[in-house]
């Protein structure tokens, strides 16, 4: 098998992917008429996430295609679809049923920082990580964790609700820390035995591309784990530090005392009516 056919022939109609894209475009298209650019480019890569070839590699085969995988889940496929919510959710609409409960599990820092930093690391213990790429349900399950730990990672700072939203200082510090925490796992994967997920070690050949992607790519389990902890150490950095100065863009542009209204401090002249 040649790399242009297996790209072409390992594409597959995931059908739970695929009521997941049509779910989330009919909802957004109920409440955002159209839906957001942002929201369908979030449908998209969470398709191609788990859709294209990526995942079929992710799957046994490759642990920096599973890396990458796990960053477009945590990362960007979130970070996405909160940019087509934010500024477009109606302060109403965040103080009913439907959003009380995400107010009081988001609202404290340190357990969505947990969540989104904890999720990459619980995912990367050997059981865990070997359970994912042999068992499908594990790895629907794995999958759709990430989702949702990166979605609470990124409400404080992009989140719908802006009076909930980290002042920019503290969301530096928040995205800051989270990138030191992701650059510690890349370390330690870069440098640590292949064990460290060992199912990439010995792949079970299902779709009959091993020679494909030793002999032609020359991925060696080696140099394939060497790949995926540069993967979490670079990119993933990358992403947070493109939110810092998202952040720092946001304070440059917010209003400080000094340029509020001079009406706004200057005492209210009363005019005393004519004949008084």
Sequence with gaps: MTTSQFFISAWSGNPWVIAGCAAALLMGGARFRPPTAWLLLATAV????????LDALADGYLF????????????????LILLGWSGRTAPQDLENGRWRWANWIL??????????????????????CNAAGSNVWV???QSASLLGMGLAFWWPIIGPRTGQRLAPPAGMIY?????????????????????????????LDRLGILPLIQDQWG???????QLGGLLMWVPACLIYFFGILGLLV???????????PAAATQPTLIEKPHGL
């Design 46 to 53: 969470f398709f191609v996430t788990l859709c294209s070839p």
């Design 250 to 260: 946001r304070w440059y542009r917010e209003p400080g005392p000094e340029s509020a």
């Design 107 to 128: 609202r404290p820092p340190v357990a969505t920082w947990l969540m989104g930093v904890g999720g990459m690391w619980l995912w990367h213990a050997p059981t865990l």
């Design 175 to 203: 995205l800051f820390t989270a990138c030191l925490g992701c650059t510690l796992l890349g370390i330690i994967i870069t440098f640590s035995p292949v064990e460290v997920c060992s199912i990439y070690l010995h792949p």
């Design 219 to 225: 991925l060696t389990p080696a140099k394939d784990q």
């Design 139 to 141: 790895h629907h399950l």
């Design 64 to 79: 920096s295609a599973h890396m990458l995988q796990h960053l477009l889940l945590l990362l960007i496929v979130p970070l």
